[in-house]
């Protein structure tokens, strides 16, 4: 045998596992369930090449505690379901990486502010449609046009962009849950609002003039409530430019009294 | 109708307004206090130097008993209280109103480890410390504005013990006002330019500079006061006669006995 070989053996189930072993406390709550309290208990398992938090909440539910509630539908940071706390900041479970972590344990939290649900899960739908109906967060064109096949006014692709930008928000409440304005006051709208206000408000073909949004977020639970703190832009995984649109609306809100 | 011409438009444009006066009296504020560091600063050149100061401030090169007229020094102090109080009274607004709240915030504060974040509660801090001495402060300046020069001043910080609170504002004002100004920035958007992010990293450090060296500078100028109110602890109340220190100052040398 070749003196060089590198010594051959068989291959075991260990040297596959050749990860880091992590840890990972989860916040455990069942508001269901009568004299549930919150506790925090720990998983462990093996570091995967390529590994998101999503794929390790999914190795633990299936292989150690099926009980274990978190929510995801797209793990591809595209639906806005999987925000949680991690390690302290609102983030996106299926877009974080375990490799991301120099030290192998991982807190995960429900995102505060919200209703529970249970354990990482929480209700964000509820509030997105209320704060969509306390916005108007649609299109408030024109008196309809008198036939239906007439042509809508074309729009420069320059502008289409800029709303396309805004629109990229996901509704997964990061900006929410990192945001210290919001967690003091609940009545507080938050950055995710502004985004959506600074988007109708861009769209020629809505309607509402600067007086109008006045009246929606010109008060102190708007805008001027807003402390600048600049969590929602500092933590919004797609990246919205908060701070420059909330700078915006707070110089349009004031020029409109 | 237009909705804000309707009766209520007063109460309407209330939270934009207060938001405004809010800011520019932050603004006014954070000028003024770095000015006024630049100004008691001179210390540093000399008690010339600052003698000097202390006359422009009361108009001393106007009055022909050049006593000047220090009541000017006492007007302005009341003002600045005035935009103090307004600032302080607005900004308490944001405050946790309740255990609850403040609760939240601190925890949040806590698990975000956030550099914004967490600055807003040493705003919040050193503010609500402002409010108090500072106030007190304002309220002995307006007193004893014909008591303001190198002696007097520093027999302040020693003779009348108030060196601890200087020493309090000093720390405050300082970490609040460049925050302070960083925010006004960030807020309006006033520099965003091209690019908004980059512009915010330059204030970041622009931030930590401006906090240092005001910092600094804010130090060594109560460094000086405690000394010379160290030294002058035997003879403390009596004013200081300019001249006898070899002044580097322009314009004190004026004729004998002008300045009493
Ligand atoms: C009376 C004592 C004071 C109190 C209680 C106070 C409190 C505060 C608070 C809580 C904020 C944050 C407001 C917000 O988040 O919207 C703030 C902002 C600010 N403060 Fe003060 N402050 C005081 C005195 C001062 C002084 C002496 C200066 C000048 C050095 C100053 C300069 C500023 C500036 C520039 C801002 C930013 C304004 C803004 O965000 O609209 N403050 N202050
Ligand atoms: S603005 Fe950003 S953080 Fe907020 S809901 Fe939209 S995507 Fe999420
Ligand atoms: S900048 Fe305003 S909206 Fe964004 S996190 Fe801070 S307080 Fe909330
Ligand atoms: S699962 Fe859709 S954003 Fe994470």
Known sequence: MNENAIPTRSISADDCAQGRLLTLNIMRYDPQVKGDSPRMVSYQLREAPGMTLFIALNEIREQQDPSLKFDFVCRA??????????????????????AGFSEPVITLLPLPGFELIGDL????????????????SWIEAAPAAETIDQLEAPMEPELAEQIYELDRCIQCSCCIAACGTRLMREDFVGAVAFIQVA????????????????????NDQGVFGCMSLLGCEDLCPKDLP??????????KMAGAI | MDPLQSRSHFARAMPARLDMIQSVSGLILALFMWVHLLL??????SKDAMYWVAGVMEARFLSADGHGYPW????????????????????????????RQWQALDSHIRRMQHGDTTLWRWQAVTGFIMFFLGSAHLIIMAMDADKIGPHLSA??????????????LLLSVEIHGVTGMYRLAVKWGLFDGDDPRRTRTRLKRL??????????????????????????????????????????????????????
Not at chain 1, 121 to 136: A, H, K, P, Q, W
Not at chain 2, 219 to 238: D, R, S, W
Request: glycine share 10%; net charge positive.
């Open chain 2, 155 to 168: 027999d302040r910080f020693i003779s009348e013990g108030l060196w601890p609170m200087y020493l309090i």
């Open chain 2, 40 to 45: 008691v600063a001179s210390i540093l050149i």
């Open chain 2, 72 to 99: 000017l020094v006492a007007l302005f102090a009341l003002l600045i209280l005035v935009v103090f109080m307004v600032h302080g009274l607005l900004a308490m607004r944001k405050f946790p109103a309740n255990w």
């Open chain 1, 121 to 136: 899960s929480v209700n964000t739908g509820r509030f997105m449609r209320e704060l969509s109906e306390r916005i108007g």
């Open chain 1, 77 to 98: 940071g595209i639906c806005g379901s999987c925000s949680m706390v991690i390690n302290g900041r609102p983030g996106l479970a299926c877009r974080t990486l375990t």
């Open chain 1, 199 to 218: 988007r109708f408000r861009l769209d020629p073909r809505d309607q509402r003039s600067d007086e109008e949004w006045y009246q929606i977020i010109g």
């Open chain 2, 207 to 260: 931030k930590i500079a401006l906090t240092l060296f005001f910092l600094a500078l804010g130090l060594a100028t109560f460094a000086a006061y405690v000394k010379i109110g160290l030294e002058h602890a035997p003879q403390a109340g009596q004013r200081y006669q300019p001249g006898l220190d070899q002044s580097l100052a322009p314009g004190v040398h004026s004729p004998e006995g002008k300045h009493g």
């Open chain 1, 242 to 251: 908060h701070q420059t649109q909330i700078a915006f609306l707070r110089r």
